[in-house]
């Protein structure tokens, strides 16, 4: 499944938990962590570590079976 996600026009760029938050791919935050933690998220085709990995417009967040697309 794919998602477009969009920023807001005065938003350079949305943490990667926040971003798993606001598309409802997790309940909370603290879920949100361990599944970066544990390698379980890709941005841009490669596994992502970083929480707080700034994602811009044009990154391509993959978890599970969903791609999420930031406009």
């Known amino acids: 499944m794919k998602i ?3 920023l807001h026009k ?3 760029y ?3 938990i926040q971003l798993l938050k606001a598309t409802n791919m997790v309940d909370n ?3 949100a962590q361990d599944l970066v933690i544990e390698g379980e998220v890709k941005v841009n085709g490669e596994i992502e570590y970083q929480k ?3 994602i811009r417009r044009g ?3 993959e978890m ?3 791609e999420i697309e930031i406009i």
């Open 64 to 66: 599970w079976d969903v």
């Open 14 to 16: 949305i943490h990667l």
């Open 29 to 31: 935050g603290a879920l």
């Open 59 to 61: 990154n391509r967040v």
């Open 10 to 12: 005065e938003q350079e």
């Open 4 to 6: 477009q996600f969009p």
């Open 52 to 54: 707080r990995k700034k």
